[in-house]
């Protein structure tokens, strides 16, 4: 048997969002069509796919990715060497919003009634797979834990983007794809930021999306 991940060919997707962004395209290079009133900001499917034909649904790990040179420009700004972030907070990071991540999308799918989940592909299933990733994450203020009073303050605990594949686990076929840019609200004055504040943030983020995922999934498979 084999991991529905790894038989699954790759699809890359890349969202880049800059200050001032560009109308989204229409139609993507491989043919899915973007659809209006959409809870999620960009909501692209392919036409005349019949979603409500599958009975298994896989759902692979999130994987998360950092904004470009977020690592160097948050060094830059710490004169206390004791307070510089290393690779292993970037990757600790990582695995745990990946983590949370996945579990908020997978807590949705399983609520009532149930979405079949499964974890391998037998004999060429039809299983409709999702693969979430959240990419440009930008932390603003990381928490290092390192010893004595440190307090960091910012106007915005920060951002992150969700880019969500959905697609046949045959063939490989892109079905959909969502991109959705989440930014923290902007209280407007310094408040202070540290990792409690950061994760609360970021699992308000991902309860958002996986609630509207589900709505969307119910509705697109008749349910």
């Known amino acids: 048997m084999t991991k529905i991940w790894k038989c699954a060919l790759g699809i890359v997707a890349v969202a880049l969002f800059t200050g001032c962004t560009s109308p989204a395209p229409q139609e993507t290079h491989d043919g899915l069509v973007l659809q209006p009133d959409s809870k999620f900001q960009e909501v692209y499917l392919l036409p005349d ?15 998360v990715a950092f904004r470009k040179n977020w690592l160097r420009d948050q060094n830059n700004s ?3 060497l004791t307070r510089r972030v290393t690779q ?13 991540c996945t579990r908020f999308f997978r807590e949705s799918l399983e609520e009532a009634p149930p979405y079949n989940l499964v974890d391998e592909i037998d004999n060429g299933e039809e299983v409709f797979i999702l693969r979430p990733a959240i990419i440009n994450l930008d932390i603003k203020a990381h928490d290092t834990m390192s010893p004595g009073i440190n307090r960091t303050y910012t106007t915005s605990t920060g951002e992150m983007t969700l880019s969500l ?20 609200p902007d209280m407007g004055r310094l408040q202070w930021t540290n990792g409690v504040t950061n994760k609360a943030e970021a699992n308000r983020t991902l309860k958002r999306w996986a609630d509207n995922l589900r709505e969307g999934l119910d509705r697109a498979t008749g349910r």
């Open 49 to 63: 796919a019949d979603l409500s034909s599958y009975t298994a649904f896989g759902l692979a790990d999130c994987s």
């Open 78 to 80: 710490r004169m206390d």
């Open 88 to 100: 292993e907070d970037v990757d600790k990071i990582k695995d745990s919003l990946g983590e949370e």
């Open 165 to 184: 594949e959905l697609f046949d686990g045959t063939t490989g076929q892109a079905l959909a794809r969502i991109v959705d840019r989440r930014r923290a």
